[in-house]
């Protein structure tokens, strides 16, 4: 995994700060965040990152590290199973930002984020110095923003003292904020010496454009005075010249006045970022041989190679290089001992003290024992000799900061603590002698694994908290316990409490009722947690109220009470509402259980709810309902005080709210009724005016404030006669005849078929009461009943449900009835139940939960029926008791109709319907592939819930099965021995434990048997048809391959349209074989496979047929590796690759890549391969833009399956037929394909073939990055036409070559390159005249008539002034264009060409007077010569080749860049070290199908199980016995019961270790366009970009001041337009690769291995790098399944427990749903690589390559100088030096029969120099420029830089060792 940084160090005192995590609990498209984010320091600048991968489906992460206080914002993307990741490079005391992103799909959650601060412990050990202590208390105030600060920092305790000059960049470049991280680095570096006038001096210089002192060595005389200078250190700005300053310090810094002491070691550190802008490595010589030992201290983009060669030797101790600013922290330790140990090396080379000169004696027989996961013991064999102390030295194996200890020689065994946990250590023992140590003893050690919990137990679970309890592990320091509920609502809630190593149990309080947790356990070692023990319970639901009942219920008032729920509980809360109204009435109590609700309706029904309130919420709700009774009628109504004509009415009150009464009275024999109201308080009312003996019947009811009216009550009495002579009589007749009325008439408790009918008696003489009752409706009879006097109570029944009912109720006297009182009352509806609910879906079951109705029931039909599936309809019965039940035994993935029916004595409510549906046990996405004559294959998209898939394949012609049980990770599996053309259908069930889901089938059909030859031929034979050659396709010749993807996830049909769709293509091509295209194929999947090479087929009907017989491959998709080998083993001689004819590549493939393709292609297209890639479904756009040749636009084709191949075939042909083209075929030209010719690989002159052509040496070009061939006397370079150009020249086109004219090169004409033919005629080309300084081009025209131009201006001539130039001849129709250095300079008229023949050769250099077999040839450089299709390519031309024209921002990267940062590849180092076990990879996918194995065998019975705890009592039955019920019809015999339920699961296993990675999966559906990340963090420089954008035009400078007059200067001959500047760029560049390439061979030569150099140095003598990465650690075995229970009642099923992890190696995955999402937007264009020479500065401020200002005033013109020529290329070098001068420095030594060179010319053969061309037609005038005398050719100057170096060689033995060079240096 990639980190920040470099190294970790984990032995700094260090602690967090202010560690804070909190989550988001939403998602961004319903992507899951991650949980759990936790921080683990390993060093001062270095922090662990872990969290916890949430649920579902996650692709990768995207983290990022941010300053709070502001900076650069680290990133960092990590792979899906990456959960884990190192940050490093980060400053203490400094808060930190983090957020972890998990992407899946396109789609982002929300970050996971936290922050950190990494504290550096202010303590002091007791060995530290009081300096040291003075340090902490002054940086302790430093800028603490971007301080660098470390605990237990080194400090350089030798007596020996130095002279120290630092010598520090302060270019723009570094910027002001990485200033200050250089101050602080100065002051760590400064902290670790003890500094003063008599101890260690230090001083410091700064540099840019020019340097200047800070401050001399004797300035300060105390460590705290520098370090105070240091702070104060101001930034300068300005270029890098380091090699100015290192002079200037050694001129300056090192005198005794600036405070240097003679026999005082003298130290010297530079720190820069970037490559010097001038040449630095005479000034470090010079230093270097001044006695000054010299460090180099490279940042960022600063060049190793220069490093190199400005630090002493050796490199590795004296060079130092890190990525960024941020990190150099990380070496001030190591540079810090480093620069002690020379130090005091040094003094003792002053004083001549020896060292010890005998190799000492190491320890021996290196042994680890008592290995545990923290520490192990480490043993050795004393070494011989006087041993002072052992050293012991281990370190990670996977890279981290070497640790140390160091015991006394007299012990030979120590114990290392404190290490990581199953991680290998490297170590090494040194033995110390007296002034020196031995070589290390070396072995490596693994450390155990962190011991886990055990016995993980969750009790005591309420609702709101559960107890977790487990065993203690010896040697924890604590337990970490996390839990979360599992619902994805509550994703991110999850909790973490830390406890000590002797707590084993703990409650868990703060819980959310009624939900499922998952509860993990961590053991703690420290920082480190071992493997987590995870369990699973449900918290309770919130109690609700129980046993609700209702009392004192009157008219308007009604008491509730219930049972307390919880001791927990706050209170209560009570909502009544009338049942036929919506308007609900709230009341909340205390902890009390019992209320009086009032102000209540009367003769009402009220339903009531009472929940619990908890802190937590509240409880479900307890219900009930009653009803109030009616208003009371008035009590004890009497009459009194009876006379002739009025009588007094007396009555009780019936209730203290009467508002009114009414009091009204009627004679019984008929006449007016009267009627009085008056108040409540009232309970007397005299009756006057009435008749004199006359019965009246009084009633009185009573009115109360809801204006509701009571029932009135009546008495019966007779006024007095006008006699009173029958007193007596008429007192007895008065008692008599007072008969009242029943009262308080009541009809309550009302069911579905009864009424209770209660009243108060009216007086003790009544006999009986007779009781009326007839429905409202008037469908029935009234009917009596009655009742003793003795009885007020009548149960009514059975009656019909839902109806009302009048009943009255009439006392019976002596003699006669009293007054009858009537009230109504209506029996209670069959009411259904309520709220029917749906819960606990599962694969095979689900609950149903419902409300009871109010009406008491018998009990609850349920009936229940698949609606999705057939099957019959299914009815259970349960008890009134019980309102849930578990249906079990229903078919997976069906949903069914429930209905709910209350059973009544009287009959059944109406059904409550629902819907449920059980969760779907099957595979999907079942398909048939493979399928042959006599096997077939079939493949799913595996359940994530199987533990097992029952697999059967089923003959449909005579029903033979055959059956296979496979595991739950496979999700494929073939059938063999099948019978041919016969239909088969495969079904696949998924099995979850016992239980088994519904089948899935899939039927096809086998392949029939081929039908044999017939015995004899037809008489005819049908012509094949074969498709017809496209006009495009005509012109077509090349050796073209198809590279066709063949993995999985293509499929078989869609296999087949590729087919098509290559014989379609190939149908197009006009000619196949060796004189026209020839076709190869390749198919790749995990690897390529050649289908048929390029010269397999001649003719295109065989080609066709071979098509046809491709079969389809299978795997995975490996295009990298497919790539490779269609490069390396069909694109070759053996294979059939023709020289001369471009090589085309299609690449067809629909996903992306599991390995890389970038390098392979790249590499391929700067060969000059013409690649085309097309993608489809979910093929990467991205990696098909990379993979194919420029410009995209017309090389790259997306389609979004194959059927719209179609779409774009006609383009695609027509495309690939082009570059085809043998007349014009696509070459990659300056990183853009275009239709032309590469010259310089058809004539050899390319870096792997040049060695092979006679007469030609690579030398340095333009840049010492680019090559150049040096054309020797008379080499005569010539191929034959038809391999050039087979189809001649097209009628436009431009010659583009970049060359050099050679001191050396003869002043006679010559061509630069020529087309002969085969009678040696020239027919075409350029000739160059180096005497007369001219240019001509000749040709044939279409008449067949020979024609020539030629171009004399002043800027032809410059051409030939030794400096390499380049030229564009554009050859149209109509004219011929000159173009120099991308300057036209001339054009002149010609008539358009005719074809040439291809029977001749093509020649490079061939002069003009060679004559039959003595042909010469001129020498001379030639970088670049191509011809391209258009006349148009000048135009576009940047010249980025030539120094002065090179414009970086407008120019692709420079080949072979020379910095630290490329990525060209060295020498291959030794092997190292075996690496060890690498840190756990992510799960992997399933992996394809492996062979069956053999039957195992069959395993021993398994023990029995504990006993299951019972299951719930079930539901009591009814006590009433119905009526028998009549005799069914008999029923059909059933068929096998249904399955029975499942039992408890046992407990999970324990979850094994990751497996490897598995294979890729299918791609998924289109997803959402993704939002535009945030950029990403500036990495490390890279090799120089390609094409930036170009900026904004910057503000035009004003005007400088006009500058002093010049003196007069020399006359200089003619020369370039190139600047000195320049000049001395490419000789600082060139320079520098010629010292690097020297070393680089003189470190060979005394290692005898390749070095490589490290960017960190580590401390001295530590053990060796760690080795690679070693193999992936074996995968962990699966946990044993839990013992099986006895079978206990039935219960409910519990829930299924996680199921493990996987630990060998999955079946191949299954195919993903969907495909590819859009292509994002495109991102913002990076920062423009860095190119040479130097790289630009930061806008606004001057760099190397500023905006002009305005012209100053001329200066006089100088004295002409002597003349000479300017050398541009002198002391460059491509790998080697070369330079020109005597002819034996010469690189090339031609073989000895090759033809001698020619000095000198006779005068005859002057007098006619273009005899030799007698087939040239004759002219009125002489085309060539008249011919010039020869002039003696001069003795040849050598130019080299300082430090060059030349190399002489023989091109036949260029590839013979390094060892037989021969070198000579000059310095």
Not at 23 to 40: D, I
Not at 773 to 782: A, F, N, P, T, V
Not at 1493 to 1499: A, I
Request: hydrophobic share 30%; glycine share 10%; charged share 20%.
């Amino acid at each position: 995994m990639q980190a920040f940084g470099f190294r970790i160090r984990t032995w700094f005192p260090l602690a967090f700060l202010a560690v804070t995590a909190h989550f988001a609990s939403q998602t961004r498209g319903q992507v899951a965040s991650p949980t759990r984010l936790q921080f683990n320091v390993l060093s001062e600048d270095s922090v662990q990152i872990r969290w916890k991968a949430p649920r579902g489906r996650v692709q990768g992460y995207k983290l990022s590290v941010t300053p709070v206080r502001g900076g650069k914002t680290q990133e960092l993307s990590l792979q899906k199973g990456d959960n884990t990741a190192i940050i490093q490079g980060l400053i203490p005391n400094l808060e930190y930002s983090v957020n972890v992103i998990a992407i899946s799909r396109n789609q982002e959650s929300e970050p996971a984020q936290g922050k950190f601060t990494i504290q550096v412990s202010e303590e002091t050990s007791e060995e530290v110095s009081s300096d040291t202590q003075n340090l902490r208390e002054d940086t302790a105030s430093a800028e603490s923003d971007n301080e660098i600060l470390g605990g237990e920092q080194f400090i350089c305790k030798t007596a020996a003292i130095a002279d120290i000059v630092i010598l520090v960049d302060g270019s723009w470049s570094i910027g002001r904020i990485n200033f200050r991280l250089v101050r602080s680095f100065l002051e760590n570096l400064v902290s670790a010496f003890s500094v003063g006038s008599d101890k260690t001096r230090v001083g410091l210089a700064q540099y840019s454009g020019d340097p200047r002192i800070e401050w001399h060595l004797n300035a300060f005389n105390s460590k705290e005075s520098v370090i105070d200078a240091v702070k104060n250190l101001p930034y300068k700005g300005g270029n890098t010249l380091t090699g100015l300053a290192l002079t200037y310090i050694l001129e300056n810094s090192y005198k005794p006045e600036s405070g240097a002491r003679p026999g005082v070691p003298k130290i010297g550190i530079l720190i820069t970022d970037g490559k010097s802008q001038d040449d630095v490595i005479p000034p470090a010589k010079s230093l270097r041989d001044a006695g000054i030992e010299l460090f180099a201290i490279g940042v960022k983009n600063a060049d190793e190679s220069e490093l190199r060669a400005i630090a002493s030797d050796p490199d590795e101790s004296h060079v130092y290089n890190v990525a960024d600013f941020s990190i150099m922290s990380s070496i001030v330790e190591s540079l810090t001992k480093t620069v002690c140990d020379r130090v005091e090396e040094q003094d003792k080379e002053i004083k001549g003290i020896s060292g010890v000169t005998a190799s000492l004696g190491a320890p021996r027989d290196l042994v680890t024992s008592e290995v545990t996961a923290r520490s192990f013991r480490v043993s050795w064999t004393h070494a011989p000799g006087n041993v002072e102390k052992y050293r012991v030295v281990f370190y990670p194996s996977r890279g981290g900061q070497p640790e140390e200890v160091v015991i006394d020689g007299t012990e030979n065994t120590v114990v290392l603590k404190n290490l990581m946990s199953l991680t290998e250590y490297q170590i090494a023992v040194f033995a110390v002698y007296t002034s020196a140590a031995s070589e290390g003893l070396r072995g490596s050690e693994t450390t155990l694994a962190l011991p886990m919990v055990d016995d993980l137990k969750l009790y005591d679970v309420t609702h709101n908290s559960m107890r977790v309890r487990w065993k203690g592990v010896p040697g924890a320091s604590g337990y970490m316990i996390l839990y979360a509920p599992l619902t994805e609502a509550d994703v991110a809630d999850e909790k973490e409490v830390k406890v000590s190593d002797s707590m084993t149990d703990i409650k868990l309080d703060g819980l959310t009722p009624s939900t499922e947790y998952t509860v993990t356990l961590y053991a703690m070692y420290g920082e480190e947690a071992s493997d987590p023990m995870t369990g699973q319970e449900t918290t309770l639901p919130l109690s609700p109220p129980r046993n609700l009942r209702f009392s004192e219920i009157g008219h308007s008032i009604a008491r509730v009470t219930w049972d307390a729920a919880s001791k927990n509980t706050r209170g209560y809360r009570i909502m009544y509402v009338k049942t036929d109204d919506s308007v609900t009435n709230e009341v909340e109590v205390d902890q009390i259980t019992t209320s009086l609700l009032r102000e209540l309706a009367s003769q009402t029904e009220y339903t009531v709810a009472i929940f619990s309130i908890y802190d937590e919420g509240q409880s479900e709700p307890l219900t009930g309902s009653f009803s109030t009774k009616p208003v009371p009628s008035p009590l004890n109504l009497k009459l009194s005080d009876v006379s002739r004509n009025s009588l007094t009415v007396r009555w009780q009150h019936a209730a203290p709210d009467v508002v009114m009464y009414r009091l009204s009275w009627v004679p019984t024999a008929g006449g007016e009724s009267r009627e009085l109201v008056f108040g409540g308080d009232v309970d007397t009312q005299v009756l006057d005016g009435l008749l004199q003996r006359t019965e009246y019947e009084v009633s009185l009811s009573a009115i109360f404030k809801d204006e509701t009216e009571s029932d009135a009550v009546a008495v019966l009495g007779t006024t007095l006669s006008v006699t009173t002579t029958t007193v007596a009589t008429t007192t007895t007749t008065m008692t008599a005849v007072v008969r009242s009325t029943v009262r308080n008439l009541v009809v309550d408790d009302e069911t579905t078929f009864s009424l209770q009918v209660t009243w108060d008696p009216p007086d003790q003489h009544v006999r009986q009461y007779r009781v009326t009752y007839m429905s409202l409706r008037g469908d029935r009879d009234e009917e009596a009943v009655m009742v003793p006097g003795r009885e007020n109570t009548l149960l009514l029944q059975p009656l019909l449900s839902d109806t009302e009912y009048r009943v009255t109720v009439t006392p019976v006297y002596a003699d006669g009835d009293g007054v009858s009182a009537s009230s109504e009352g209506r029996t209670l509806p069959l009411s259904a139940p309520r709220n029917l609910r749906v819960s606990d879906e599962w694969y095979n079951r689900f609950r149903i939960t419902w409300d009871t109705p109010p009406s008491p029931t018998m009990g609850y039909r349920i009936v229940y029926q698949p609606l999705t599936a057939p099957g019959p309809a299914l009815e259970t019965f349960v008890g009134d008791d019980v309102n849930t039940m578990l249906i079990l035994n229903l078919l997976s993935g069906t949903e069914y109709s429930v209905k709910l029916i209350a059973s009544y004595t009287t009959g059944s409510s109406d059904a409550l319907t629902a819907k449920a549906k059980t969760l779907y046990l099957g595979v999907t996405n079942l398909n048939t592939y493979q399928v042959h004559m006599t096997s077939m294959c079939g493949q799913w998209q595996p359940h994530r819930q199987a533990t097992l898939y029952r697999v059967m394949i089923e003959s449909l012609v005579d029903g033979k099965k055959e059956e296979v049980t496979l595991g739950g990770g496979a999700s494929r599996h073939c059938f063999y021995d099948l019978m041919p053309n016969t239909q088969y259908k495969i079904t696949v069930y998924a099995q979850l434990q016992e239980m088994e889901g519904p089948a899935v089938t899939v039927m096809d059909k086998t392949f029939p048997v081929p039908t044999e030859a017939p015995t004899s031929p037809p008489t005819t034979t049908p012509i094949p048809t074969i498709p017809v050659a496209r006009e495009v396709c005509k012109a077509a010749k090349a050796d073209l391959v198809f590279l066709v993807d063949g993995s999985w996830s293509i499929g078989d049909d869609n296999f087949l349209k590729i087919l098509r769709f290559l014989y379609s293509t190939s149908g197009a091509l006009d000619k196949i074989g060796p004189d026209g295209t020839q076709v190869a194929i390749a198919q790749y999947s995990d690897d390529p496979r050649t289908e048929f090479k390029l010269n397999s087929y001649s003719s295109k009907e065989t080609l066709l047929e071979a098509i046809q017989r491709i079969s389809y491959k299978g795997g995975n998709t490996k295009t990298g590796k497919a790539i490779k080998h269609v490069k390396e083993h069909i694109f070759t001689v053996e294979g059939g690759l023709r020289r001369g004819v471009p090589n085309v590549l299609v690449v067809l493939t629909d996903g992306r890549s599991q390995d890389d393709v970038n390098k392979v292609t790249k590499n391929m297209q700067m060969e000059g391969f013409v690649i085309f890639a097309i993608g489809f479904a979910d093929a990467d756009y991205g990696e098909l833009v990379n993979i194919a040749s420029k410009p995209s636009e017309r090389h790259v084709f997306f389609v979004d399956d194959l059927d719209a191949f179609q779409k774009i075939e006609e383009q695609l042909i027509t495309f690939v037929c082009e570059a085809a083209s043998a007349t014009c075929p696509s070459v990659l030209m300056s990183g853009n394909t275009l239709a032309g010719f590469r010259m310089m690989e058809m004539f050899g002159l390319v870096e792997k073939q040049y060695a092979s052509v006679q007469g030609v040496s690579m030398e340095p070009g333009t840049f010492n990055s680019f090559p150049c061939y040096r054309l020797h006397k008379d080499s005569l370079i010539s191929q034959p036409t038809k391999y050039l150009h087979p189809e001649g020249l097209p009628s436009d086109y431009t010659i583009t070559v970049l060359f050099r004219i050679l001191p050396e090169t003869p002043e006679e004409p010559f061509a630069l390159w020529e087309i002969l033919n085969k009678d040696n005629e020239p027919l075409v080309g350029v000739i160059l005249d180096n005497g007369g300084k001219t240019l001509t081009f000749f040709n044939y025209d279409y008449k067949e008539e020979f024609q020539t131009v030629t171009f004399d201006s002043p800027e032809i001539k410059k051409i030939f002034y030794g400096s390499f130039h380049k030229m564009h001849v554009a050859i149209s129709k109509t004219t011929a264009k000159v173009i120099i250095d991308c300057k036209q300079v001339g054009e002149k008229a010609i008539n358009a060409a005719g074809n040439i023949t291809t029977d001749g050769v093509e020649v490079l250099g061939r002069m003009v007077r060679s004559r039959g077999k003595r042909e010469n040839s001129a020498p001379l450089q030639l970088q670049m010569f191509d011809i391209v299709c258009s006349t148009s390519w000048a135009s576009r031309d940047k010249c980025c080749e030539i120094p002065g024209l090179r414009v970086e921002a407008d120019c692709p990267a420079m080949p072979h860049a020379c910095t630290c940062s490329q990525d060209s590849k060295g020498p291959e180092g030794p092997a190292g070290p075996p690496g060890g076990p690498g840190i756990r990879g992510p799960r992997g996918e399933r992996g394809e199908l492996g062979p069956m194995g053999p039957e195992g065998p069959r395993g021993d019975v398994g023990s029995t199980g504990p006993q299951g705890p019972p299951g719930p009592q079930g539901p009591s039955g009814h006590s009433i016995q119905g009526p028998p019920g009549s005799s069914g019809e008999k029923g059909e015999k059933g068929g096998l019961g249904a399955q029975g339920p499942q039992g408890v699961p046992g407990p999970g296993g324990s979850p094994g270790r990751d497996g490897m990675q598995g294979q890729r999966g299918l791609p998924g559906k289109d997803g959402p366009q993704g939002q535009i990340g945030p950029p990403g963090p500036i990495g490390t420089p890279g090799v120089p970009g390609a094409i930036g954008q170009i900026g904004p035009t910057g503000h035009l400078g004003e005007q400088g001041p006009p500058g002093p007059t010049g003196t007069k200067g020399d006359k200089g001959e003619r020369g370039d337009m190139q600047a000195q500047a320049v000049v001395r760029s490419i000789a600082r560049q060139v320079c520098e690769q010629l010292i690097q390439s020297h070393m680089a061979r003189y470190d060979s030569i005394l290692n005898q291995i390749p070095s490589q150099s490290v960017s960190v140095r580590v401390v001295p003598g530590p053990p060796g790098e760690p080795g690679r990465l070693g193999p992936q650690g074996p995968a962990g075995e699966q946990g044993l399944p839990g013992r099986q229970g006895f079978p206990g009642n039935n219960g409910e099923p519990g829930r299924p427990g996680e199921r493990g992890l996987s630990g060998d190696k999955g079946e191949k995955g299954s195919p993903g749903i969907g495909t590819l999402g859009p292509r994002g937007p495109q991102g913002p264009p990076g920062p423009p690589g860095e190119g040479r020479p130097g790289s630009q500065g930061q806008p606004g401020r001057p760099g190397n390559q500023g905006t002009p200002g305005r012209p100053g005033n001329p200066g006089s013109t100088g004295q002409a100088g002597p003349q000479g020529y300017c050398d541009a290329s002198s002391c460059m070098g491509y790998n080697v030096g070369g330079g020109y001068g005597n002819p034996s420095d010469r690189v090339v030594q031609l073989p000895p029969n090759y033809p001698q060179t020619h000095d000198s010319y006779d005068e005859e053969e002057e007098e006619d120099p273009y005899a030799g061309y007698t087939s040239y037609p004759q002219q009125p005038q002489n085309p060539y420029p008249a011919p010039r005398p020869v002039h003696p050719e001069t003795d040849t100057i050598e130019v080299r830089s300082p430090g060059s170096y030349r190399v002489s060689r023989s091109i036949s033995k260029r590839k013979a060792k390094s060892t037989d060079r021969k070198t000579d240096i000059t310095l």
